[in-house]
């Protein structure tokens, strides 16, 4: 009974580089969810997906940021032209319609 | 959308002490859940609340929601080190996006 998995676990990138952050919901899972977490603060929203659909996306930056979930595969999270500030920990979470959300390990992405 | 301020930010308390956090929001919430964060790691859900006056227990921790559906506060009685972490409180909003309070760490001496 593998958990939400998310790779890479810790990613360093230097600024003007991408990142691009997988995310492999539970089994049974077509609904996926990220949020960011900075460092002393509480998550944030980003974007909320079902299979090849955005659903809500209130929580992304308007530019560099994009997420998708297609049919087959993980979700992918991208960061076009890092800057500092995108330094964090970025979590992934999957459930059921309706269902509670069960969250993965996270990313740590460090922008130097 | 619906805002949830968390008290306190940060709490140090002597193992065996009791702690407690509490969520506040100016509009009536439909719902309240509770996560624990330990250093390093992921949010890990603990319960969800929906009803007025609501009072649920796991072990040592009591879970409440305010009568008004305004506020809620989690309680550990007689605290022990596996307890370190930030606890976070979260509103469900729109199709399912969860807003996050500011979590409050607890330390423990043991």
């Known amino acids: 009974n593998a958990g939400v998995m998310q790779n890479p676990r810790h990613l360093v990138r230097r600024r003007g580089q991408e990142a691009r952050l997988r995310c492999s919901p539970m089994k049974g899972h077509s609904h996926v969810y990220w949020y960011r977490q900075l460092p002393e603060e509480g998550l944030k929203f980003m974007v909320y997906?079902?299979?090849?659909?955005?659903?809500?996306e209130s929580g992304m930056p308007k530019e560099r940021f994009s997420a998708e979930f297609p049919k087959e595969g993980p979700s992918i999270l991208r960061i076009q032209q890092v800057v500092r500030g995108d330094s964090a920990a970025y979590f992934c979470?999957?459930?059921?319609?309706?269902?509670?959300?069960?969250f993965g390990p996270g990313t740590r992405l460090t922008v130097l | 959308g619906q805002q949830v301020m968390q008290i306190p930010q940060y709490q140090h308390v002597q193992e065996g002490e009791d702690f407690t956090t509490y969520c506040n929001s100016s509009t009536t919430l439909s719902n309240i859940q509770w996560y624990k964060q330990r250093p390093g790691g992921h949010p890990v859900f603990l319960i969800q609340?929906?009803?007025?006056?609501e009072v649920k227990k796991q072990k040592r921790l009591t879970f409440q929601f305010g009568e008004a559906k305004k506020n809620s506060s989690l309680h550990i009685t007689a605290t022990q080190t596996t307890d370190v972490g930030t606890y976070f409180c979260a509103v469900i909003q729109g199709a399912q996006k969860l807003v996050f309070g500011q979590g409050t760490r607890l330390t423990i001496n043991p």
């Open positions: 609340l929906v009803k007025s006056g």
């Open positions: 979470a999957s459930s059921r319609p309706n269902g509670e959300q069960f």
């Open positions: 997906l079902q299979k090849e659909n955005i659903i809500d």
